[in-house]
């Protein structure tokens, strides 16, 4: 079944380790997207690809890195894990054309201690 | 810039009665507008957008430019409507969804 998947969905880590948050999709769409959500505030782009070797950062400032190797694939690195990045953070995906619909996972809910 | 503003974190109604989610939207070019909804326990859906000028499960939203507004309406709020509700932007880059803060929709018997 075509759908948008993000592992682990819950993460508690100590300060200063790596860590990558997994965000793979079935939906043979293009653009793919990272949003980082605080509680209570809105949702903030903080990476987007259009397509296989393609990464932008959005428009919140993140420390955190991604990739995009594989069509399907779209991972989220933090190289050394602090408190401040203790959050929800959403992956989507969307066709390629203009205005289509984004299709989101579950989300990963971080907190680093 | 573009931006979202919902004003309202928390809205609570009595089933049945009418409702209406707030979205005002600042940008210089024409946007599009589009509503996603967050069931409890559920992924970020879309619920329904600009373009498309329908309607789902009851909800209407028209945007209406002079007012930079994009507000959300149902006549007749049911118990199932309980969710968090986010207006969301896309400028003429279009390469992005630009989110409100949302706002928490809880609809009471």
């Known amino acids: 079944e075509a759908d948008i998947y993000q592992t682990p969905r819950y993460l508690v880590i100590g300060t200063g380790k790596k860590i990558t948050l997994e965000c793979s999709q079935t939906?043979?769409?293009?653009?793919m997207y990272w949003y980082q959500q605080d509680p209570g505030m809105e949702l903030h782009l903080i990476h987007y690809?259009?397509?296989?070797?393609?990464?932008e950062k959005g428009d919140l400032s993140s420390e955190s890195t991604v990739s995009r190797i594989r069509t399907e694939h779209f991972p989220l690195t933090l190289e050394s894990a602090r408190p401040s990045h203790t959050s929800q953070y959403l992956c989507?995906?969307?066709?390629?054309?203009?205005?289509?619909?984004?299709?989101f996972g579950q989300g990963t809910r971080l907190t680093v201690v | 810039a573009q931006r979202v503003t919902q004003p309202e974190k928390l809205l609570s109604v009595f089933k049945g009665a009418p409702v209406e989610l707030k979205c005002n939207y600042s940008?210089?070019?024409?946007?599009?507008l589009f509503w996603y909804v967050q069931y409890s326990r559920q992924r970020l859906q879309l619920l329904l957008r600009?373009?498309s000028r329908e309607s789902i499960k009851g909800f209407t939203a028209d945007l209406n430019k002079g007012e930079t507004s994009f507000h959300l309406k149902k006549p007749f709020a049911q118990e199932e409507d309980s969710a968090m509700y986010y207006c969301?932007?896309?400028?003429?880059?279009?390469?992005?969804?630009?989110f409100g803060k949302g706002t928490s929709l809880l609809v009471t018997p």
């Open positions: 600009h373009i």
């Open positions: 690809s259009y397509g296989v070797n393609s990464t």
């Open positions: 939906m043979g769409h293009d653009k």
């Open positions: 940008y210089s070019g024409s946007p599009e």
């Open positions: 969301a932007l896309i400028g003429n880059s279009g390469y992005a969804l630009n």
């Open positions: 989507a995906s969307s066709e390629s054309r203009i205005l289509s619909e984004a299709f």
